[in-house]
């Protein structure tokens, strides 16, 4: 009786695993998508947001962990597709073999992305590097300072058309939480402050801006991409690492749901 009562319960948990994978399904018809390069893209940019929490899933649709998730995206050979389930709760990725008939520009980007994130998520947990330099105000900034806030720090450069595009939408997420008064906006520019100066009077940044910051952006954050933000908890340690305001926004959200 024991043994049959524990055979059903084990058959109805397998069911119910069975049931929960059955109704995981891709957002998007994954070849329909790598017909071009720049449907692929606009995809990967509008619909993926790998510096955020979510389910890894391998391409057989097991769960594994997230650094072998990145790892295996940085051979070039799979790229991430959304899965949608009947509670829509969880977001969750899984992998997707790229097709050999696929733009080789698809396998390219992907790699190259792949690596930041990993790299970025490996800062996760870790205590922002030491910091000790003046804005273009003449304040100090510290790591000391920023203790006791949540930091929000944007790593750019004049020349770097991503960052500049996404001025309006930090200006209006540091306006969004002008009341928040844990709440720190700091920018790190490679840029000399004659330049920033004259550059800003054009394109005013919210943000508190450090200038000359190309040697510690290269040789303490070892950063390969522009912008990338960073969002500090209050003991300075990163919570995350992320390549663009749209993770940005999201990610702050949830931080400061927890705090």
């Known amino acids: ?23 995981l ?12 390069f720049a449907l692929w893209q606009d995809y990967q940019d509008h619909h993926i947001m790998l510096s955020l929490d979510f389910v890894p899933l391998d391409d057989q649709a097991q769960n594994i962990s997230k650094k072998q998730f990145l790892t295996t995206l940085t051979t070039g050979e ?3 597709l959304k899965m949608l389930s009947d509670k829509n709760q969880i977001t969750t990725y899984q992998l997707y073999k790229v097709l050999p008939s696929s733009d080789t520009s698809i396998k390219a980007y992907m790699a190259s992305l792949a690596f930041n994130e990993l790299q970025n998520y490996a800062m996760e947990g870790q205590q922002f590097p030491s910091f000790n330099y003046i804005d273009l105000q003449g304040n100090p900034i510290t790591n000391q300072s920023m203790l006791g806030n949540i930091v929000v720090i944007k790593c750019w450069y004049i020349h770097c058309a991503a960052c500049i595009k996404e001025f309006s939408e930090v200006n209006a997420l540091a306006a969004h939480y002008k009341d928040r008064r844990e709440l720190q906006f ?3 520019a490679e840029d000399t402050p004659e330049q920033l100066k004259a550059f800003l009077i054009k394109k005013p940044l919210s943000y508190s801006v450090v200038p000359n910051m190309k040697h510690y952006m290269n040789e303490s954050l070892h950063l390969n991409a522009f912008p990338t933000h960073f969002i500090l908890d209050k003991q300075g340690k990163i919570l995350k690492v992320l390549l663009n305001f749209e993770s940005l926004d999201v990610a702050l959200k949830e931080v400061l749901e927890k705090n």
């Open 25 to 36: 399904a891709p957002e998007v018809n994954p070849e329909a998508i790598q017909k071009t």
């Open 1 to 23: 009786m024991k043994k049959a009562l524990l055979g059903l319960i084990i058959g109805l948990l397998c069911l119910t695993a069975s049931s929960q994978k059955a109704a």
């Open 78 to 80: 799979y790229f991430p």
């Open 186 to 188: 700091i920018s790190l």
